[in-house]
């Protein structure tokens, strides 16, 4: 059965790329239903298809799962657009029925305020050094091609994923820093707008954590770590990591599977 919850928040799927799991997010989707699901930003990678991006249909097939949930009376999207996606500017704002695309939102969770933003308006790099953020990012594409053979390695040795990617930002000192300052200056952001909480992505790091009295919550990324963030009907907020998710609905499936099974019963007439 699908898990049902108030609000769901992916980002950074970067639609355009190989590396893109598309796959992954409309499975993850189609097995979870919200009332409010907000596109934090970077869904579609504008940058890379502008160079040497390619769509392909597992790309499509995310967009057609958005188009067929904007039919859906009982379900609310927000686009907000993101330093890749920022072709978005043409249109901003943006309001078409139960969908709409913004800069960025405030949402009333339980008895809490959060400021929702992708994060790159509080960049240095992408808002002032367009271009050093545009090599910085055929670094990191570089990366994410050698993390795609070498996971197809560890798949043919029977390992796990590993996100080579993840490990480099984890290891480099300056983007430890870099990642620590971005989440104390939209802390203070949302202190400032009067919110009790944060909500955003761009550096494909889930995060839930509380700065100096404001709640921290970062979706992630759909290339390298796979999560979303969720929201029940009580305000209470969880990160869901697709691999374990994907194991627990597996076993899930299993279990469901055994208890409706109804075995054959013969019966043997009396001699």
């Known amino acids: 059965m699908k898990q049902h919850y108030r609000t769901i928040v992916i980002s950074d799927l970067h639609l ?5 799991k598309a796959r992954e997010v409309v499975h993850f989707l189609k097995s979870n239903s ?24 597992r790309h499509s097939r995310v967009m057609k799962l958005v188009l067929k949930y904007m039919n859906q009376k009982d379900m609310r999207i927000i686009y907000l657009r993101g330093n890749h996606d920022d072709f978005l500017d043409e249109v901003i704002p943006l309001e078409m029925g139960n969908f709409s695309i913004r800069r960025d939102y405030v949402l ?9 933003t992708h994060g790159d308006i509080f960049d240095s790099i992408t808002t002032n050094l367009r271009w050093l ?21 560890r798949t043919w040795r029977g390992l796990p994923y590993y996100s080579f ?6 290891k480099v000192k300056s983007a430890v820093s870099f990642i620590s300052d971005f989440e104390k200056e939209l802390a203070e952001v949302a202190r400032i707008r009067h919110c009790d909480g944060v909500i955003t992505g761009h550096i494909h790091q889930a995060a ?3 700065i100096e009295g404001i709640h921290y919550l970062n979706s992630g990324d759909w290339v390298e770590s796979m999560t979303a963030l969720v929201e029940d009907f009580e305000g209470k907020w969880s990160i869901i990591d697709y691999n374990q998710w994907l194991v627990t609905h597996q076993e899930e499936r299993k279990k469901n599977s055994r208890e409706s099974y109804i075995p054959e019963i013969s019966i043997v007439p009396a001699s």
């Open 16 to 20: 355009g790329i190989k590396a893109s």
């Open 34 to 57: 919200c009332e409010l699901l907000i596109l934090n930003g970077d869904i579609i990678d504008g940058w890379q298809l502008r160079k040497s991006g390619e769509w392909k249909k």
């Open 108 to 116: 009333q969770s339980g008895s809490k305020r959060y400021y929702i």
């Open 133 to 153: 953020a545009k090599l910085g990012d055929i670094g990191y594409t570089f990366l994410l091609w050698f993390n795609r053979y070498y996971n197809q390695y």
């Open 165 to 170: 990617s993840a490990m480099v930002k984890q």
């Open 208 to 210: 839930d954590k509380y």
